[in-house]
């Protein structure tokens, strides 16, 4: 059990802070994956092609990517909870307008405004356990945070499908959208920022945002720990949130509520994998080692999935879980940077980090949707465009050469740090 900092307000209060600031992952994955279970009613919603869904997904990353360094220094400014409660808040707005929204325009900004507010959630989750359980333990802890996104991305994937069907489109995320309401309600509630005080401030620290940005931009293992997240996390935004479904629907004929059910073992292997690979880590106090079973793992297995021949749907399933608990190594990407930053600076650190994960959300997804598009066949199914298994295999090699990179960039450029900080706390006039 990851030991706490106990206070006055005894061992539970810890853990539900934490449980509770990990509520906005939950509904961060909700908001990223949903449209891939819901690819067709939006396509007959907005009119569009794969190109088209692309970038409507895409725009949540062109929001969430570029706004985590701008996380960071607020959550080092102004601390957690100020922080949590105004981002949650737009947040469940942006949802309520998209959910009525007929216009693709106007659902594209609200999808950019999902992704800018989101971008506070993983990071949020985090330095809450930076504050409130000890250094080793903080891969674990990150892993926890993956299990709740495990959960909203499951809720993302069959179960809204499900809905949709039974309630409609707009009705199904507008109850969605007041689960959000609830979540910036609770925040404001019983969301603290540090063990000690109810009035803790950052506002005493007095680090300039640029004295922070070149600490984190000056370091190499940053960097290295950077691509790391980029490879390991890449397959997940291409085809676990985006393409998945469609992939399964064409390759193995699903219906989309089963293609859906099948994306979701993906889910289940991050919410398995993230504690198991942070436990791994906090008990062999090693860093590389979870990060090279999973690299190595999703590498073999996205081969197997996209280029072995058909598999039983128990193989499929093993495999979906697999693809999984593969990317969830990407909670140890936080204890490197943990390890190799000081506390001062940790809000930015993460902030970059977590900037690594959505990096091919903003790149690699909308290339594939053009690609798609420009090699359509032309078959359509349901009034939308339809695109074969051979076609998405001829893109989705993609997925094992980001894992290969994830694997390389750790044997040969990330240094082991043993679960130990390797740089003290900053002196302020040594970096003027």
């Given at each position: 059990m990851a030991q706490v900092h106990r206070g006055a307000r005894g061992l539970f209060y810890p853990f539900l802070v934490f449980s509770v600031a990990?509520?906005?992952?939950?509904?961060?994955?909700?908001?990223a994956v949903f449209p891939s279970a819901m690819a067709p009613d939006l396509m007959r919603a907005f009119?569009?092609?794969?190109?088209?869904?692309?970038?409507?997904?895409?725009?949540?990353?062109?929001?969430?990517?570029?706004?985590?360094?701008?996380?960071?220094?607020?959550?080092?400014?102004f601390g957690v909870r100020r922080v949590l409660v105004t981002a949650s808040a737009i947040c469940a707005f942006s949802l309520l307008v998209f959910a009525f929204t007929t216009d693709y325009r106007l659902a594209c900004c609200m999808r950019l405004l999902m992704g800018l507010t989101t971008a506070f959630s993983y990071v949020g989750a985090v330095l809450i356990a930076t504050l409130w359980f000890q250094q080793r333990y903080i891969p674990m802890m990150a892993g926890f945070v993956q299990v709740m996104g495990g959960i909203g991305a499951i809720m993302g994937e069959a179960p809204?499908?499900?809905?949709?069907?039974?309630?409609?489109?707009?009705?199904?995320?507008?109850?969605?959208?007041?689960?959000?309401?609830?979540?910036?309600?609770?925040?404001?509630?019983?969301?603290?920022d540090h063990p000690d005080s109810h009035h803790h401030t950052y506002a005493e620290r007095k680090f300039t945002e640029i004295q922070k940005l070149k600490i984190i931009f000056s370091r190499p293992q940053n960097w290295w720990n950077?691509?790391?997240?980029?490879g390991i996390w890449a397959p997940m935004s291409i085809f676990s949130i985006t393409w998945g479904v469609l992939f399964?629907?064409?390759?193995?004929?699903?219906?989309?509520?089963t293609a859906a059910l099948f994306m979701s073992l993906i889910w289940i292997g991050i919410m398995v994998g993230g504690p198991f690979l942070g436990w791994l880590s906090a008990f062999s106090l090693k860093r590389k080692l979870p990060m090279i079973i999973g690299s190595v793992t999703g590498l073999v297995v996205s081969l197997i999935l996209f280029y072995g021949p058909r598999l039983s749907l128990t193989g499929l399933g093993v495999c979906l879980f697999l693809y999984g608990l593969a990317s969830a190594s990407q909670a140890v990407g936080f204890g490197i940077a943990d390890d190799n930053n000081e506390p001062e600076v940790m809000?930015?650190?993460?902030?970059?980090?977590?900037?690594?994960?959505?990096?091919?959300?903003?790149?690699?997804?909308?290339?594939?949707g053009y690609w798609l598009k420009t090699?359509?066949?032309?078959?359509?199914?349901?009034?939308?465009?339809?695109?074969t298994a051979g076609e998405f295999r001829n893109i989705l090699f993609l997925s094992p050469c980001c894992f290969m990179l994830a694997f390389l960039v750790t044997v040969f450029f990330i240094k082991e740090t043993n679960c130990k900080r390797k740089v003290l706390s900053l002196n302020v006039n040594a970096k003027k």
């Open positions: 990990s509520l906005f992952y939950f509904y961060d994955f909700f908001l009119k569009i092609d794969a190109q088209g869904l692309g970038f409507l997904q895409a725009f949540f990353f062109y929001g969430y990517m570029p706004m985590q360094i701008p996380a960071g220094l607020l959550f080092d400014r809204i499908s499900m809905m949709v069907n039974h309630f409609g489109q707009r009705h199904a995320l507008l109850l969605v959208g007041m689960v959000g309401v609830l979540i910036s309600i609770l925040f404001w509630l019983l969301i603290h950077y691509l790391f997240g980029f399964l629907r064409s390759a193995y004929a699903f219906s989309n509520e809000g930015t650190a993460f902030g970059f980090e977590n900037m690594s994960y959505v990096t091919a959300g903003l790149t690699l997804v909308p290339f594939i090699h359509w066949l032309g078959q359509m199914a349901e009034g939308v465009p339809f695109y």
